[in-house]
């Protein structure tokens, strides 16, 4: 019994010694911001699925981007009004030259832009999924 004490003592004692675990890794930076043109989403593609695999609402805060990893919480701000929304990536495009991003009906409408049809806009990542600056993608909705 009394070796199995002194054992037991010394197993908790070289834990104790052990070294500690490796620093987490820096975060990574989000993407770069992005300039050009945004468009938004005609009424054909209600409840159509989105890359994400949610049926696309055009009253939710989505946006599609061609390379932005889907999940990312962005926010796209008209250059001409300053008008700025939050959105969250659940769908690829647009496939149009020189645009960056299509949002909702909703969004379009948040940033000025719904009568002309597009805007220049600037697209910031605010959080991208994996590099660390996670927020929750609902934060958008």
């Known amino acids: 019994m009394r070796g199995l004490t002194m054992l037991c003592g010394l197993a908790v ?5 052990s070294a500690p675990p490796p620093p987490a890794p820096p975060p990574q ?3 770069p911001a992005e300039r050009g043109e945004a468009s938004y989403y005609g009424p054909g593609f209600e409840g159509r699925k ?10 939710s805060d989505s946006a599609a981007h061609r390379t932005l990893p ?13 008008q700025s929304h939050r959105v969250v990536i659940r769908d690829r495009g ?14 379009a409408d948040r940033l000025g832009m719904k009568r002309s049809g597009t805007a220049p806009v ?3 990542p605010v959080s991208v999924p ?7 993608a609902t934060a958008a909705r």
């Open 13 to 17: 004692g070289l834990a104790a010694c």
């Open 29 to 31: 930076a989000a993407a």
């Open 50 to 59: 989105t890359a994400s695999g949610e049926r696309f609402d055009p009253s």
């Open 70 to 82: 889907l999940g990312t919480v962005a926010e796209v701000t008209n250059l001409r009004t300053g």
């Open 94 to 107: 647009p496939y149009v030259r020189g645009r960056v991003v299509d949002v909702t009906p909703k969004v």
């Open 122 to 124: 600037e697209v910031r």
């Open 130 to 136: 994996g590099s660390g600056t996670e927020e929750t």
